[in-house]
């Protein structure tokens, strides 16, 4: 019987001999840290997306605290976004001292209740930080509906807000890199959209993550691109790649920055993915749809990842089943770890975690956030599942739902 079990990991990361070779140039070429292949790998996602600049950082969650930070939000301001993402769509706003918002899901759904989001916007109100959970962009038609709706009440406090004068929209792309919606990929949507090239995402550089902007926003690039350098390096006016000129150590420290930069080991894998990354996503497509063949037969809901209106990046393949609770939910995940199969929940409600109802939130109201956590499961979805794999997570999860 032994014989018969898989072992199906839950998102390993896709990499070949092209990245190892990319990082060995790296390490014999003398530069480790921020240079000239972080630069590149820059260049490279700004052209792939289509905007005018693309700043690299350590992180996604840096990506997004810089942004606020850089927007010139902190005490006194309030920032909302959904109860129903990952800490750090909410933690950045924590870390620059403004007041997190939490705006529930809508019924039977992963994104945040745009009803409600309009309810909660103040003349506090400088930014609102949607997720694009699995990789699905979300509606950001409805979102700048909501924000323009409300001009009457900002109220800037720095240049760029000025230049902008409205609530900022700052998409959590962790998930969405590559992903379309209405024929615009993600990152020309949204004012500000943040990626993460963490272990496990679509597109990997092992830690890392990237921030772009809309070009049409009016907003000086250079300048802009020069904040984020000066932010991720400790204020520091002049960057190690700068610095190694001859004769060129002078610097100063404008302000007490941070240290977040990324490094040209992680960008050289993630210069090898980009230009696989097209494969990549076709592979994510083919396994999404290969799912939802099967899955149509039975009573389970798939997250849907391509319509007419958008095409997710295929990151996750979140399922929710009817009629469970959490109780249930987790014990199938127990039954199809005993045989072989990884699985996951996408995501615990931030109410749901220490951290937050330390914070005065309660699972209460945000019943629609709870209902969809306790009912949901996220199955494998990688480039390295075969047809076998898919087939043999269906059976044991068709069996047990079955039982």
């Known amino acids: ?57 350590n992180s996604a969650t840096a990506s997004m605290e810089l942004t606020l930070r850089i927007l010139g939000i ?26 997190i918002i939490l ?25 609102i930080i949607p997720v694009d959970i699995a990789g699905k962009m979300c509606n950001y038609d409805r979102i700048f509906e909501v924000v323009n709706s409300k001009r009457h009440l900002f109220k800037p406090n720095n240049k760029i807000q000025e230049q902008i004068m409205r609530i900022t929209v700052i998409a959590d792309g962790a998930h969405s890199f590559g992903a379309k919606r209405k ?39 250079n300048e802009l691109y020069r904040q984020y350098m000066l932010y991720s390096l400790h204020g520091q006016s002049k960057d190690a790649l700068s610095k190694t000129k001859a004769g060129s150590w002078e610097y100063d420290i404008v302000f007490p920055g941070y240290k977040c930069n990324m490094t040209d080991i992680t960008a050289s894998i993630g210069l090898i993915q980009l230009e696989r990354y097209e494969s990549l996503l076709r592979k994510r497509k083919n396994i999404v749809l290969q799912y939802n063949t099967l899955f149509e037969k039975i009573n389970v809901k ?16 979140i399922l929710r089943l009817p ?18 199969i990884s699985t996951n929940v996408h995501y ?9 109802k330390n914070l005065g939130f309660k699972m209460i109201d945000y019943p629609n956030a709870y209902k969809q956590y306790e009912q949901s499961i996220t199955l494998p979805l990688h480039t390295q599942l075969t047809n076998g794999d898919i087939d043999y997570i269906f059976k044991n999860l068709n069996n047990l ?3």
């Open 103 to 127: 705006v529930d899901t809508e019924k039977d759904s992963y994104e945040m209740d745009y009803n409600q989001l309009e309810n909660v916007i103040t003349e506090k109100t400088k930014a």
């Open 348 to 356: 615990k409600p931030l109410p749901y975690l220490t951290a937050y």
């Open 1 to 57: 019987m032994s014989q018969d079990i898989k072992n199906i990991s839950f998102s390993p990361p896709d990499i070949t001999d092209a990245e190892i070779k990319e990082v060995v140039d790296t390490l014999k070429s003398g530069w480790l840290t921020t240079g000239p292949k972080t630069k590149k790998l820059e260049q490279k996602i700004a052209e792939y997306i289509g905007v005018n600049k693309a700043v690299c950082l």
């Open 323 to 340: 009629n469970y609770d959490e109780d249930k939910r987790n014990t199938l995940i127990s039954e199809l770890a005993s045989r072989g």
């Open 302 to 317: 798939p997250l849907r990842h391509i319509d007419n209106v958008y095409e997710s990046s295929c990151h996750l393949y």
């Open 183 to 221: 024929g615009k990929i993600s990152g020309q949507v949204a004012d500000f959209t943040c990626f993460s090239f963490h272990a496990v995402k679509n597109l990997t550089t092992a830690e890392g993550g990237a921030v772009v902007w809309k070009s049409d926003l009016g907003l000086d690039d």
């Open 74 to 99: 902190g005490p006194g301001d309030e920032v909302i976004t959904s109860a129903y993402t990952y800490t750090a769509s909410a933690s950045v706003i924590h870390h620059v001292g403004a007041k």
């Open 401 to 403: 739902l079955q039982k």
